[in-house]
């Protein structure tokens, strides 16, 4: 048996406002609120609330044999609250049907599983504690940024109680292999790995509407058919998409939407199933390990981390960044913390791009790199606020090495100190009972020498005054 | 291919961005191959680069019957034009000009700059242009910038060869939309008689399309582009004593070119940084205004008015810049920031430039939106990576604009025009 598995990405970045330098240190408010609702609420309506719909009619057509999943960045979350909470509503109703699961990614949508570990587990638990407050469900996949993978973070995500993890079909990494199967993580082989089928993915994201491709119009009905064309033995083919695909990228008058629901019955009369990645990772059994050592990505054609860390602007704007991500953890500054997470969106550090740009609210990458560089000094200064700002870098982080292990250090001290105490306390009463002893044997002794003393400092007086008199 | 190109100026002894252009073109053409250019100007020193077209200067072309040997015309202008060449030209005078002021040679003197007589100069420069005419053979009359085109209108009515006209600058550029209407009347006669109109940006094909009435069809766009360096231009020694960071505006100071935007966004600049100086190097008629807005504004101890560079100088002068900033309200092109960037100094232009079309790896900004330039002021000297990607990609984006695809855009518009 075949079986699809969908997953649909929903992420709003926080867009900055223009932000000039002398506004540093002047205005704490980065983000533009205008463009931000204008863009969210058209999206939505253009995109994910039909999408959504159409998610919906497709299960009750069905009557629940049709299955997804979704992910949704905490930053979208929070954003459709402001503008869009109908849009919620319909996420409810998707979750009520049982037929949708929802999986866990980083908060910001950012980049911090490449460089701070702590950071990213903080992001995922974030979204994992909205997943929790708002459906009551305790994700166990979980689906990192623009899908980036790599061998470094799987133990880390075992340990965060994540059954399975979602990936680029990277055709570098796979090779002679299909993505069409269940794979382990060989850094951490209670990890499966479900990687996207690249090719039939990009169909519908990049093609569907393109009237050069040979194969326009895409049809559900030749789509099924090239799924079901797969070498018999594939199980499991995972198309993971941007949820704007449908409506935004490719306009709902393509037929995008119709397309969509279509896809079940056919893919039913053709034998071919829907699966959530839940089920793929209970059910599948997996054909191998995978080992990725550079981190893999959906982006570009390199599938790897180069649209967002590809050129010196991007790095710079990137290191400065998590350069505050100790301090800001230590701090409890809420509004700091918040701009920290929207601040690591790697929406900001894609309009950076040189090489491809894409979309972008601003012009040229250099204008995207000085505002968000303006915007890092302000930040930095109130981070700096926050701490006395004679303590360096490195300072701080041994001063935050020793608070860590004081626990540990003060327990040392501890039984220190208490066997310290035990040997003074048996010296002392070896001590009293010697005393006792010596004060019996050696009374006279001491006498003398008390005398002494005294003598000695009268002779030194007098001589000093003899020479005060010589003079 | 034989092409008469009429100009102004010709490096060495150039003004401004025309004389630099009208090189570049040339030897961009003539690099294509297959192009045999006589380039005509006001007055020759001897020192031009002659390798790749001929150069004649109209101080040397005779207006007037002188009865001179080879000898004495050899000892005179030798070192200017073959005495062969004089006495052709002589063959050729074709009205009675000894009323006008005449040298021992029949020659007319001229000034080769920008004259308060400049009328009568344009005017002088066609009479000798239709002697040239009438000796010398070529296909096609190429004709740089408004002093050249009546010039080229009267080759083109002796010989009836088709004109082109090259557009470096309108008078709508340099009065801000106040033009004075002999210039205009000048340029949009040239317009009307050429055969077709090359223009150095699509700004200025739309401004010949807007205010001269011209068809679109007869106006094709061929934007500027650069000589790459000498070794020793790029190697000019770093006159830098100071620490502090340096901008720099090069060029007129002059309404064009905004220059008071300059001087506002470097006072915004000041009040928020202090390891920053600014140059103003140039001389022209704002200039005491703007050493008053900076006297003004407070800023006169970090803003700089070295005056005129030439030469060298100027390579000097970006070597040592961190930032080189052209803030021209309306530019045709604008090649300074070109030769900016071969420095490996990162421009801010104004998109109200020609060179904003081309150029990605520089930062644009409205001229008057002095927030914009001081932020990307801010920017460059304060941002080390932002620095380092614009000087880098700079470097690399301007070794491709070169001149042989130029030449070989106008050779392409040549063929059109004579049908071939």
């Known amino acids: 048996m075949k079986a699809i598995c969908f997953n649909f990405e929903i992420h709003q970045p926080f867009r900055l406002k223009r932000y000039r330098f002398f506004d540093i240190g002047k205005d704490h408010y980065y983000f533009d609120d205008f463009l931000n609702e204008d863009i969210v609420t058209r999206v939505a309506h253009n995109s994910y609330i039909p999408a959504c719909e159409t998610l919906l009619r497709m299960i009750e057509q069905n009557e629940g044999r049709f299955c997804c999943s979704i992910a949704v960045s905490g930053l979208a979350f929070e954003q459709f609250e402001h503008y869009v909470p109908e849009l919620l509503e319909l996420l409810d109703r998707l979750h009520k049907t049982g037929c949708v699961e929802f999986v866990a990614q980083p908060f910001s949508y950012g980049l911090s599983s490449l460089v701070d570990s702590e950071e990213f587990a903080a992001q995922i638990a974030a979204t994992a504690s909205i997943l929790r407050n708002r459906f009551g469900i305790e994700p166990k996949i979980v689906r990192n940024t623009e899908l980036i993978y790599f061998d470094d973070i799987a133990p880390q995500l075992v340990e965060l109680g994540f059954k399975g993890v979602l990936t680029e079909g990277a055709k570098h990494i796979l090779g002679w292999k299909s993505p069409d199967y269940v794979y382990t993580a060989a850094s951490a082989p209670k990890l499966k790995v479900l990687m996207r089928n690249r090719k039939l993915s990009n169909d519908i994201a990049e093609r569907f509407g393109d009237t050069s491709w040979p194969d326009f119009p895409l049809t559900a009905d030749k789509y099924i058919d090239w799924i079901a064309a797969t070498p018999q033995d594939e199980q499991i083919i995972n198309v993971f998409l941007n949820m704007e695909t449908f409506g935004d990228l490719h306009p709902g008058n393509t037929g995008i939407f119709q397309f969509l629901e279509a896809l079940p019955r056919f893919a039913y009369e053709r034998g071919i199933e829907f699966i959530t990645p839940s089920q793929a990772v209970a059910k599948i059994k997996p054909v191998g390990e995978i080992s990725i050592n550079h981190p893999i990505s959906s982006a570009g054609e390199e599938s790897d981390t180069s649209a967002w860390l590809g050129n010196s602007l991007q790095n710079e704007a990137f290191d400065k960044l998590y350069a505050q991500a100790e301090r800001v953890r230590e701090c409890s500054n809420r509004a700091l913390k918040r701009d920290f997470q929207y601040l690591q969106a790697c929406d900001h550090f894609f309009y950076m791009n040189t090489r491809n740009p894409g979309f972008s609210p601003y012009e040229t990458p250099f204008a995207a790199f000085t505002n968000y560089m303006n915007v890092l000094a302000d930040f930095e200064m109130r981070v700096k606020e926050e701490f006395p700002s004679q303590i360096g870098n490195e300072e701080l982080n041994s001063l935050l090495l020793t608070i860590r292990n004081q626990g540990a250090e003060i327990e040392t001290l501890n039984k220190e100190l208490a066997s310290m105490r035990k040997s003074v306390e048996q010296y002392n009463i070896e001590h009293v009972k010697r005393d006792e002893l010596k004060a019996k044997a050696e009374p006279a002794e001491k006498a003398p020498k008390k005398a002494k003393a005294p003598k000695k400092a009268v002779a030194g007086k007098t001589a000093a005054a003899k020479k005060k008199s010589e003079k | 291919m034989k092409a008469l190109m009429f100009g102004w100026e010709f490096p060495p002894h150039i003004l401004g ?132 085109y009546p010039a080229g209108i009267h080759a083109k009515q002796v010989t009836g060869k ?77 006159l830098r004593q100071t620490k502090e960071k340096i901008v720099t505006f090069l060029g007129r100071i002059t309404m064009q070119k ?35 807005l900076a006297a003004e504004r407070g800023i006169s101890d970090r803003f700089h008015f070295p005056g005129f560079q030439k030469g060298k100088q100027v390579y000097e002068m970006l070597k040592a810049s961190d930032v080189y900033i052209m803030p021209s309200v309306s530019e045709p092109f604008g090649i300074s920031p070109l030769e900016a960037m071969q420095m490996g100094v990162p421009s801010i232009i104004s998109k109200q430039s020609g060179c904003a079309e081309i150029l990605t790896n520089v930062i644009k900004t409205d001229y008057w939106d002095i927030d914009a330039m001081a932020d990307a002021i801010h920017a460059i000297i304060t941002y080390p990576a932002l620095y380092k990607q614009l000087r880098e990609d700079g470097l690399k984006e301007v070794a491709q604009i070169t001149w042989d695809k130029a030449g070989r855009k106008v050779i392409d518009i040549y063929n059109k025009v004579l049908g071939r």
């Open chain 2, 17 to 148: 961005g025309l004389g630099t252009a009208s090189y570049g073109l040339t030897r961009g053409m003539w690099e294509c191959g297959d192009m045999d250019i006589t380039f005509v100007i006001p007055k020759p020193y001897g020192d031009e680069d002659r390798s790749f077209a001929h150069i004649i200067g109209n101080s040397q072309v005779p207006v007037a019957w002188r009865d001179v040997d080879r000898d004495y015309v050899d000892a005179r202008i030798g070192k200017l034009m073959p005495p062969d060449l004089y006495f052709r030209l002589r063959d050729h005078i074709y009205a009675d000009f000894n009323y006008m002021r005449t040298n021992d040679l029949g020659c007319i003197e001229f000034s080769g700059k920008y004259p308060s007589n400049l009328l009568e100069e344009i005017n002088n420069y066609s009479i000798t242009a239709g002697v040239i005419a009438r000796t010398l053979d070529f296909d096609i009359i190429h004709s740089h910038d408004w002093l050249t």
């Open chain 2, 258 to 292: 905004g220059p008071e935007y300059f001087v506002e966004a470097a006072a915004k600049v000041l009040r928020n940084c202090s390891n920053v100086r600014f140059v103003m190097a140039g001389s022209g008629d704002m200039m005491d205004k703007m050493i008053q």
């Open chain 2, 162 to 238: 088709p004109l082109v006209i090259h557009v470096h600058a309108t008078e709508y550029d340099r009065s801000r939309g106040k033009p004075n209407p002999t210039v205009y009347g000048i340029e949009r006669d040239g317009m009307i008689h050429a055969d077709h109109i090359i223009t150095v940006s699509n700004l200025t094909r739309q401004t010949v399309i807007d205010h001269y009435g011209v068809d679109p069809a007869k106006v094709t766009t061929v934007h500027n582009a650069v000589v790459p360096l000498s070794p020793e231009l790029l190697n000019v020694e770093n």
